[in-house]
T-cell receptor, first 113, second 113 residues
Framework: EAGVTQFPSHSVIEKGQTVTLRCDPI?????LYWYRRVMGKEIKFLLH????????ESGMPNNRFLAERTGGTYSTLKVQPAELEDSGVYFC???????????FGPGTRLTVL | DQQVKQNSPSLSVQEGRISILNCDYT??????FLWYKKYPAEGPTFLIS?????DKNEDGRFTVFLNKSAKHLSLHIVPSQPGDSAVYFC????????????FGTGTRLTVIP
């Protein structure tokens, strides 16, 4: 069974540009989560989808971030326009049931110059 | 405001000896705690967990201890092996059905052969 996959693995963009990160959860997992780790800091929750619905987006930093999960399968996280402080590693996780048994992807390292 | 803290960014241990990783939390609403292990270029993988109704949980070489009154937990690895070298994240949750994990900043463990 394939794990959670994320694309791209790395992205380097300039301030003001737009970047879209993609996450493919484990097949059959209705719950999908986005987290972010800024350099040297803790991994922070961004938001949670159940199928295509946003259940909790309390961790989204501001309205420059837009997450979607059309069709309830893969998810995208768009940052527009990107700022320097958006640099970090963005992790996606999925779970079959709501709760703690979240399987994490390898992350996308975003660098904003 | 960081609610889960790992005050040691790194730890080096000789192979065969015990590794002790520490974690403190501030929110008394947390009642489920997890340890994740992360290798470079990979996502965090679940290692072991403990509910607040217990003070100890053991799984092979890994034991987690919880001291609720001190709001402190620790992960013991005995004996330590070179393959244990990784970054270890402590995480907490308000209930096993919660969607949101609160992570610490991680401790990099190096096991010296």
């Amino acid at each position: 069974e394939a794990g959670v996959t994320q694309f791209p693995s790395h992205s380097v963009i300039e301030k003001g540009q737009t970047v879209t990160l993609r996450c493919d959860p484990i097949s059959g997992h209705d719950n999908l989560y986005w987290y972010r780790r800024v350099m040297g800091k803790e991994i922070k929750f961004l938001l949670h989808f159940v199928k295509e619905s946003k259940q909790d987006e309390s961790g989204m930093p501001n309205n420059r971030f837009l997450a979607e999960r059309t069709g309830g399968t893969y998810s995208t996280l768009k940052v527009q326009p990107a700022e320097l402080e958006d640099s970090g590693v963005y992790f996606c996780a999925s779970s079959q049931d709501l709760g703690l048994w979240q399987f994490f992807g390898p992350g996308t390292r975003l660098t904003v110059l | 405001d960081q609610q889960v803290k790992q005050n040691s960014p790194s730890l080096s241990v000789q192979e065969g000896r015990i590794s002790i990783l520490n974690c403190d939390y501030t929110n008394s609403m947390f009642d489920y705690f997890l340890w994740y292990k992360k290798y470079p270029a990979e996502g965090p993988t679940f290692l072991i967990s403990i509910s607040s109704i217990k003070d100890k949980n053991e799984d092979g070489r890994f034991t987690v201890f919880l001291n609720k009154s001190a709001k402190h937990l620790s992960l013991h690895i005995v004996p330590s092996q070179p393959g244990d070298s990784a970054v270890y994240f402590c995480a907490a949750s308000k209930g096993s059905g919660a969607n949101n994990l609160f992570f610490g900043t991680g401790t990099r463990l190096t096991v010296i052969p």
